[in-house]
C-alpha cells in the first residue's frame, strides 16, 4: 500500500467515518477508489477512516533503473470532477460519474482541464464557528468569495498597454469584446436579444419580461450516502410561479453562485453564506443556514436578469437527474459568459457622452466606499449593542432586582414593640416589603427582556448589514471592469485622432463601450432603488421592536409602581 503525505490540516467528524489528520504526517492510503474525492487511510496509530483526496500527496520512491527498451508511455488519464464537491457536501447523486469542467468560473473557457474534488489555491481554512458570530455572510463574517470571469480567448486588433491581462476586465473577456474579437466565435446565433435596458425617469433599468415570483425553502432533511458514511442536508425549494417542489443541498446553492458569477460580470451577485465544517447538522445552525439561502435565493429572484437566466430557472425547475446533467453541462458551456454576455443585451438607441459616463462613474465609486466604512461601522455597533443585551445590560438590571431584594429582606426583620407581645411588621410595612420585593423581580425580568431582545432586532438588522456587505464586495470588481472599459475608449479615441486607428473602427468600439456602460448604469440603477426599499423595511421593523420592547419594560415597571399606590402609612 502506498502512503502519503498530508498538505493540510483536515478535522474530521467520527460520525461520518472521517479521519483527523495534521499536515505533514504521514498515513497508509487503504482505497481511493471510495468515490467522490475521498480516500481511505490510516493513520500511523492505526485509525482508520475518510480523508479528502486534494488534502493528500502521494510519495513516490526512487526511480527504478530500466532493464530493458523504455515501454510505450502510459495512456493520458482523465480525471473525473464532480465540481459539487466542498466542505460541507461532498458528493451528489446526480453527476457520480459525470465529466466537467472544474468549478472555477476563471477557467469556463479551458476544457480539458479536470480534477477531483477541487483546486486549492492556498491553505484551505476550516472554521468551525456557527451563528451569529461566525464565519460567512447573512449575519456571519463577510464571505471570502472572489468573483471571478473567464479566460480572454483572443486577442484584439489595438494593443492596450494599461490591461493588465491578469486583471478582471481581462479574465472576463473584456478586451476581446470591445475590440470585436468575439463576434463570430460563439456557436450560438449572435445578434439575438436576450436581455434588455429600457431608459426611464429614473435612467436606464433593466426590462423585466416575466412576472415576478419568490421562492419558499422548507422542510430540511438530513440525508446519506455511501451506506451511512457521508451525510448531507436536503432542501425543499419551491418557486411560486410553479408551484413544482425541487431537493437542493448546499453545494447545489455553490454551482450555482460560481455559474452566475462567471455569467454576469456587472450584475451583483452577493456570496453564499460560508460553507461549515463543524455542527453543519444541529437544528439551530440548520434553520439559520435555511434562512440565509432563502433570503440568497429572494435575491436573486428580485433581479429582472438573474431571475429569467437559463441556469437560474434550471435550478429552480429541474427534477430530472439527466436533464440536471444535460443543463448543468449546457450552463457551462454558455457561449455568453462574462463580457459576451453584452452580446445578448438589448440598449436604448442614445448614444452616451464618455465624460458624464465617467463622472458618474466616480461618483458611485466614492458612494461605494463610503457606504463599505458606514456598513462595518454600523455592523460593529449593533454586534456590540447585542451582546451588552446578553451580558453587562442583563446583569446590571439583575444586580438591581438582587439589590432590592435584598432590601425587602432586611424590612421583613421589622417587629416594632407592642404591648401585647405580638412580634409582626404592621400592616402597612408588609405592604412595603412586598412592594418592594415585586419591584426587585421586575428588575429581574426586565433583565430577561434585555437578553432576550437581540433576537427581535439586533440579529435581524445585523443579518442584514452583513447581507449589504457581501452586495457591496461585488462592486470593486464591477467598478475595475467598467473603467478599463472607459479607458480603453478614451485610448481608442487618442488612436483616432493620432490616425492610428480608422473612424468606423472606434466608433465600433465606443458602441459596444456603451452597452457595458448601459448595464453598469442599470445595475446601479437597480440596486440603489433596492437599497431604498429595503432599509426602509429593515428600519421600520428595527424600531417597531425597540418600541415594543422599551413599552413591554414600560408596562412592566408602571405594574411595580401601582404596587406602592397599596401601602398604607
Not at 392 to 403: N, V
Request: glycine share 8%; proline share 5%.
Amino acid at each position: 500500500m502506498e502512503k502519503a503525505k498530508v498538505l493540510y490540516d483536515f478535522d474530521g467528524e467520527e460520525g461520518n467515518g472521517e479521519l483527523t489528520v495534521r499536515e505533514g504526517d504521514v498515513v497508509t492510503v487503504i482505497r481511493q477508489n471510495v468515490g467522490d474525492g475521498w480516500w481511505e487511510a490510516e493513520t500511523s496509530t492505526g485509525q482508520k477512516g475518510l480523508v479528502p483526496e486534494a488534502w493528500m500527496e502521494i510519495m513516490r520512491g526512487p526511480p527504478a533503473i530500466p532493464s530493458g527498451p523504455p515501454s510505450a508511455p502510459p495512456p493520458t488519464q482523465t480525471y473525473e470532477d464532480d465540481d459539487w464537491d466542498d466542505d460541507d457536501d461532498d458528493d451528489d447523486d446526480w453527476d457520480d460519474s459525470e465529466k466537467s469542467s472544474v468549478h472555477q468560473p476563471a477557467n469556463h473557457h479551458q476544457p480539458g482541464k479536470n480534477v477531483k474534488l477541487r483546486q486549492k489555491s492556498s491553505k484551505p481554512s476550516q472554521n468551525g464557528e456557527s451563528g451569529i458570530n461566525g464565519a460567512g455572510n447573512f449575519g456571519l463574517h463577510s464571505a471570502n468569495r472572489d468573483r471571478k470571469g473567464s479566460e480572454p480567448t483572443g486577442k484584439g486588433t489595438v494593443k492596450l498597454g494599461f490591461a493588465n491581462r491578469f486583471s478582471v476586465f481581462a479574465k472576463a473577456g473584456g478586451e476581446d469584446y470591445l475590440l470585436g474579437s468575439q463576434e463570430g466565435k460563439s456557436k450560438s446565433v449572435s445578434g439575438t436579444i436576450l436581455y434588455t435596458i429600457v431608459d426611464s425617469e429614473d435612467g436606464p433599468v433593466w426590462g423585466s419580461p416575466r412576472e415576478p415570483f419568490h421562492v419558499d425553502i422548507k422542510n430540511p432533511k438530513k440525508e446519506t450516502k455511501l451506506k451511512g458514511i457521508k451525510s448531507f442536508i436536503c432542501y425543499q425549494v419551491t418557486p411560486s410561479n410553479t408551484g413544482i417542489q425541487v431537493s437542493r443541498r448546499y453545494k447545489h446553492f455553490d454551482w450555482l453562485y460560481a455559474r452566475l458569477c462567471s455569467k454576469f460580470v456587472t450584475i451583483v451577485v452577493p456570496p453564499l453564506p460560508d460553507k461549515q465544517v463543524t455542527g453543519r447538522y444541529e437544528d439551530s445552525f440548520i434553520e439559520k443556514r435555511m434562512d440565509q439561502l432563502s433570503r440568497w435565493l429572494e435575491r436573486m429572484t428580485a433581479h429582472p436578469v438573474v431571475s429569467q437566466c437559463d441556469v437560474f430557472l434550471h435550478f429552480l425547475t429541474c427534477t430530472d437527474g439527466k436533464e440536471w446533467k444535460k443543463g448543468k453541462r449546457d450552463a457551462e458551456k454558455d457561449d455568453f459568459l462574462g463580457a459576451a454576455f453584452f452580446q445578448v443585451l438589448g440598449v436604448p438607441q442614445t448614444v452616451l457622452d464618455i465624460t458624464v459616463v465617467e463622472r458618474q462613474h466616480e461618483n458611485f465609486h466614492k458612494f461605494v466606499k463610503s457606504m463599505e466604512a458606514s456598513m462595518g461601522q454600523i455592523t460593529h455597533v449593533i454586534h456590540e449593542h447585542g451582546k451588552r443585551h446578553i451580558g453587562p445590560f442583563k446583569r446590571e438590571y439583575q444586580k438591581m432586582g438582587r439589590a432590592f431584594k435584598e432590601v425587602a429582606t432586611s424590612f421583613e426583620l421589622d417587629t416594632r414593640p407592642r404591648i401585647n407581645d405580638i412580634d409582626a411588621p404592621t400592616e402597612g410595612s408588609q405592604q412595603l416589603t412586598d412592594a418592594i420585593k415585586f419591584t426587585g423581580k421586575t428588575y429581574d425580568e426586565i433583565g430577561d427582556l434585555f437578553a432576550a431582545q437581540p433576537r427581535n432586532d439586533n440579529y435581524i438588522l445585523e443579518d442584514f448589514l452583513r447581507e449589504y456587505t457581501g452586495m457591496l464586495s461585488c462592486f470593486p470588481d464591477m467598478i475595475s471592469f467598467h473603467k478599463h472599459t472607459i479607458s480603453t475608449v478614451k485610448e481608442c479615441q487618442k488612436q483616432r485622432e493620432e490616425q492610428k486607428m480608422e473612424f468606423d473602427e472606434a466608433e465600433q468600439i465606443k458602441t459596444r463601450a456603451d452597452v457595458v456602460s448601459y448595464g453598469m448604469m442599470a445595475e446601479i440603477n437597480h440596486f440603489q432603488r433596492q437599497r431604498v426599499y429595503d432599509y426602509k423595511e429593515i428600519m421600520k421593523l428595527y424600531l417597531g421592536e425597540q418600541i415594543k420592547f422599551y413599552e413591554a419594560i414600560t408596562e412592566k415597571l408602571r405594574a411595580a409602581m401601582t404596587q406602592y399606590d397599596n401601602v398604607n402609612v
